[in-house]
């Protein structure tokens, strides 16, 4: 096991230099958790552990596993740039060809052994020079630096609707899909019409005997086509792999239109806007048509994209109501028009607490600042991966991160190779322990909420986007110049090895 341990000979001499080995600990074996244990392996270092609080890894990929579940951004570039895949089957993978994906990684890289499963991180301190990490189990294992991988969208969100629990039938979030109920005769409610709802609606919609959708809001949805990727099209991908590189850039360039979209006021606005109302227009029927129409602008809500949703909702069988839900009872739902609508299993689309982050895990820095005081009016950090008076901490995925209609992957690595540059200052002896300062973090929030106005995310709509303050907490610019602000380490704006310890604060 390349665990961590409390060695406190941590140093070794190489032949020419000295030359520290850190000890790292990672929480999370997601897709960003298993990209930093790649990246510390590639960089040299071998004393990193990841603590995986569940029996597998690949985080969102492990635990969503709902019917019709794909990832809307293109395969070809939701993966590894160090790690293309000239296999995948279409041009949306299926969510369990991505979850082999991230597993082939830990194969791949030979990072089994440096993986603890079920093990899940509770507390965090930073005292006497190290994070001490504790687990569920009890135990205490230190290291030099932690990185927290631990997601966005984990956490489920189970709405207090009245009488849940009185139901007769099935009921479960979809990140927590019970597969052991059968649906082939069943008539299913589906709440919510976020990409998950769209996804399992356009999936199961036809395909049993009744569904009823439970619409809160309506999406604006684009209809982008999924293909197979043919046989020739796989060959031609192994011999060449020049081939899936330069299709990773032809894809991130496509992507840079919808980003464009979403940041800032313009013709890509429009066009997308105009596509998704292209779209709806497919629906002839009057009615349904004037219950999917939304009345704010497209991509405030994050976009949906489906060929096939419109299609669905007008399969038989299938229902959109629109009337709020009121309560659940034994047989089904009732909304407030005091309608019952039967039915046996009942799915929650209802999305994710996207503010917890890290938590409910206590971090606790050298000064007795806890993540909770820290991130009391909303998460906030240094540049996305950094947190005053929290030193030695990286974070992967963190607050303001470019997460709006976009590829995770090339963020997470962006933000693993920033930890490595600091990581690999460390090992060269140019500092102990570091964080950045709250001047510049101030500085920088500043930055971000003067820019959220420019945005689609502040128009005017309901979304996990926003935080407390009604502002959006996602990157407001391109992801190249999040990818620019992350080259340099910034040294300038931290505070490095303070004589006192009073200092960090
Ligand atoms: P979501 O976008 O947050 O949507 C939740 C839905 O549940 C909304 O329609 C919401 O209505 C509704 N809802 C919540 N509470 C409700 C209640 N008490 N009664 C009725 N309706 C309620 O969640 P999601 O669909 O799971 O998607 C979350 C994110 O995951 C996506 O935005 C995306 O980033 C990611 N995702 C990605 C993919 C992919 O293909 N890459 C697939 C699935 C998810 P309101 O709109 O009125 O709040």
């Known amino acids: 096991m390349g665990g961590t341990s409390c060695d406190a000979t ?35 270092i071998t004393d990193f552990t990841v603590l995986e609080k569940a029996s597998d890894v690949g985080g969102t990929w492990r635990d969503n596993t709902y019917p019709g579940l794909r990832c809307d951004v ?59 990490v504790r ?26 609707i009245p009488g849940l629990d009185s139901f007769d039938g099935a009921w479960f979030h979809t990140a927590r899909w019970d597969h052991s109920v059968s649906l082939a005769d069943k008539r299913v409610g589906v ?39 043919d046989r020739l099209t796989r060959a031609l991908r192994s011999r060449f792999p020049a081939l899936t590189s330069l299709e990773y850039r032809l894809i991130e360039g496509i992507f840079s239109i919808l980003v464009a979209a979403v940041t800032r006021p313009g013709w890509q606005r429009t066009m997308i806007s105009k596509l998704c109302e292209l779209n709806l227009r497919t629906v002839r029927d009057q009615d349904l048509r004037r219950k999917l129409t939304p009345d704010y602008q497209a991509m405030c809500k994050r976009l949906v994209m489906s060929p096939s949703f419109y299609r669905a909702v007008r399969r038989p069988g299938v229902e959109v109501i629109t009337e ?5 009872e034994p047989r089904g739902v009732v909304t407030t028009d005091g ?16 503010h917890a982050y890290l938590r409910p895990v206590e971090l606790v820095g050298p000064t007795g600042r806890t993540l909770s005081d820290a991130w009391s009016e909303g998460p906030r950090a240094y540049r996305t991966v950094a947190l005053p008076e929290f030193p030695n901490l990286f974070l992967l995925m963190g607050p303001h991160s470019p997460v709006g209609n976009f590829s995770l992957v090339p963020i ?19 500092y102990t322990t570091a964080a950045p300062t709250r001047e510049a973090t101030d ?44 080259r340099d380490r910034h040294t300038d704006e931290f505070v490095v090895d303070p004589a006192q310890e009073g200092v960090w604060r």
């Not at 309608?339 to 996207?354: K, N, P, Q, R």
Request: hydrophobic fraction near 40%; include cysteine.
């Open 443 to 486: 500085d920088y929030n500043a930055r971000l909420r003067a820019a959220m106005p420019n945005t689609v995310w502040a128009t005017g709509c309901q979304s996990w986007y926003l935080g407390k303050d009604g502002l959006p907490e996602v990157w407001p610019w391109s992801p190249h110049r999040h990818a620019r602000m992350l």
């Open 324 to 328: 709020r839900i009121d309560h659940v």
């Open 339 to 354: 309608t019952l609508h039967e039915v046996d299993v009942l799915a929650l689309a209802t999305g994710f607490d996207s």
């Open 191 to 229: 709440v919510g019409t976020g990409s998950t709802g769209v996804q399992i609606v356009s999936e199961l919609g036809g395909s049993v005997p009744k569904l009823s959708l439970f619409q809160r809001t309506p999406q604006w949805v684009l209809p982008v086509p999924n293909w197979r990727n």
């Open 412 to 430: 997470a690595e962006v933000q693993a190779d920033y930890a490595i540059s600091w990581i690999r200052a460390w090992q060269r002896g140019e």
């Open 74 to 132: 293109p395969s070809a570039f939701y993966q590894y740039f160090f790690d293309r895949n000239p296999d995948w089957s279409h041009f949306f993978a299926a969510g369990d060809e991505i979850q082999d994906y991230f597993r082939g990684v830990v194969d791949r890289f030979a990072l089994r052994e440096h993986i603890e499963l079920d093990t899940e991180v509770t507390r965090a301190e930073f005292a006497e020079g190290r994070w001490r």
């Open 135 to 160: 687990t569920a189990d009890g135990r205490t294992r230190e290291a030099d630096f932690l990185i927290s991988a631990s997601g966005v969208l984990h956490h489920p969100v189970v709405p207090d």
């Open 10 to 44: 941590r140093s070794r001499e190489s032949d020419f230099a000295m030359f520290r080995m850190p000890s790292v600990i990672v929480i999370g074996a997601g897709m960003s958790g298993l990209c930093m244990a790649v990246k510390l392996r590639r960089a040299g």
